[in-house]
């Protein structure tokens, strides 16, 4: 399995999935590129230490569906059957998702479908939530809203404020997000209304 | 403390909350009245096999706001300080909410703000969450709403229809709205915005 990672900064996520890659955590797959839209994020950097290919896409005041384009192209250049969203701050095109229908993942910081959107774990703390979590899911044309693949929950604390709970859950996600992708590599699960569904229950 | 028991049905968090008061896992406290809203609730006989005393409480007809008088003063009358909803299917006119304000509290089968209302855990396998779990709030006037005093995860298998999700989220509740009373009965917390914060919290 090729994986494809898209990013806009930091890139902690590609980082993790790169590295479960690496020691064999996601069986028999390769990071075969990561793209950013913005030229100087951090992640970049990263990614080439750890010796994977970096391409930058920036939209360059294009239409959505242009700048989506070149990122597919670059894709299938690199023949890429899995597209790992860490951190890419756009929204995608429908030609996009349609190109990669259900081979598309995103992680979100919350307990989906609770908080979608931007800013997740304030939105939690604000809300007063005991629990919040991160949530993977296949990306579909709606914001935050395709089939869930994994969540794990994290406690709120009293204490915590948005940077607090953020770093708590990024630890988590970190996990979360490789063990999402190993599940999904071996292709035995389906998609059954809006639950995807796992080994023994995938004949059911 | 005394407490007031609101029920419609089997009432199994009513004898769940009734047994801990009995105990003394919720201390200085005593079920002073269960009230139902139905003449048939099962939960009655199990209220008073448990030595409390019950009160029938039908709506015939009447407006809400009558129907709710006529619990408040119930209420009154047994010197009630904190009203638990326990199955308790109407939602409550906004003259009780302010009677008791910052004194109902409810608990929902679903991770809120996920999932209000009706068929929480139907919502959430059609939703394809992979946690749900159940929330203890205040009540306030609007359905599945009021600040959260305490949540607990559930996980949800593939396996899971409404009903064993159903089963095993109930397991959880009788616990949960057990230590989200005995938190709230020493009165040790206070709201901030949305948040409920307890013990060391308080201060800050």
Known sequence: MKIGILI??????MVAITRAVQDGT?????????IS????????????????????V???GRPREE???EIVSELKKHDVDLVCLAGYMRL??????REFTNR???IHPSLLPSFKGLDAQRQAVEYGVKVSGCTVHFVDEELDHGAIILQR??????????????ERILRIEHETYVEAVRLISGGDFRISGRRVLFGSAVGG
Do not use: C, M, Q, Y
């Open 8 to 13: 806009s900064g930091r890139g902690s996520n």
């Open 104 to 106: 598309i993942v995103n």
């Open 37 to 56: 839209d913005k030229s100087k994020a951090p992640g970049l950097g990263k990614a080439r230490d750890l010796g994977v290919k970096t391409v930058v």
């Open 153 to 166: 929950p994290v406690e709120v604390l009293d204490s915590d404020d948005a940077d607090t709970l953020s």
């Open 92 to 97: 995608l095109s429908s030609s996009f998702v």
């Open 67 to 69: 700048h989506d384009a």
């Open 26 to 34: 996601i069986p028999n797959s390769k990071v075969a590129v990561v």
């Open 58 to 60: 920036t939209r360059r």
